[in-house]
């Protein structure tokens, strides 16, 4: 795949940090890291960021909104996972995931899905977790060092940048309304990329 068959100009990708990884490496995200810099810095494959984003988008777009989860434990996360909420009708879920959410219909916080999307493995291990006992699909958002234990599919990203979680999700909420057709095929969100982007207030609260 050549830069100018990518979603987006690579520049965007890098301008975000969606390369950065972290100084550590699980044998599992290997296939998507291609460099380390000389600070000790892993570098992922956006070519391959780029392809799986393609591939989630027509997944996602399979399944009835409302039936879809999307959940961040991860501040930086939050903003964004409800802005591609959002925009595609999926529910999100934001902060620790409690017990039981989707395994004990009993409990008020009991969540129904038949696909999730995580924003960090290791963050969102809860989530991981029940969704392996009651077979739902999980799309994960993974850096170098992601454990991917009951993750279907992997999108290898930076996944604790602000810029790097707002850009991967208004992208897929881009090419999710491409693929239902809810937009044309080279359309464009209504919701600027800037929307998705968690702010830092002046008191260090993170919105």
């Keep these: 795949m050549s830069e100018g068959e990518l979603l987006i100009p690579l520049e965007m990708y890098l301008t975000a940090g969606v390369r950065i990884g972290t100084r550590m490496k699980s044998k599992f995200m290997e296939p ?13 494959d956006v070519k391959k960021t780029d392809e799986r984003i393609r ?3 027509r997944f996602i777009a399979r399944y009835e909104p409302s039936r879809v989860v999307a959940v961040s434990g991860r ?6 996972v409800r802005k591609f909420c959002g925009v595609t009708g999926c529910k999100p879920i934001v902060g620790r995931v409690l017990p039981g959410t989707f395994t004990n219909p009993a409990l008020d916080h009991y969540t129904e899905a038949d696909l999730m999307i995580v924003t960090d493995p290791r963050v ?5 977790i029940e969704a392996g006992m009651v077979g739902i699909p999980v799309i994960a958002l993974c ?15 930076n996944n604790r940048g602000r ?10 909420a881009r090419e999710v309304l491409r693929a239902r ?8 969100l209504a919701v600027p990329l800037s929307d998705f982007e968690a702010r830092i ?4 609260e993170v919105v």
């Design 32 to 44: 998507y890291i291609y460099a380390a810099r000389p600070d000790g810095l892993y570098l992922l």
């Design 55 to 57: 591939i989630a988008a």
């Design 75 to 80: 501040q930086y996360g939050f903003r964004p």
């Design 124 to 128: 969102d291990e809860q989530a991981i």
């Design 143 to 157: 850096d170098s060092d992601s454990p991917i234990t009951n993750v279907d599919l992997v999108i290898p990203t």
């Design 163 to 172: 810029k790097a979680l707002a850009l991967i999700y208004w992208l897929l």
């Design 181 to 188: 057709g809810d937009i044309p095929p080279t359309g464009e």
């Design 201 to 204: 207030l002046t008191t260090g």
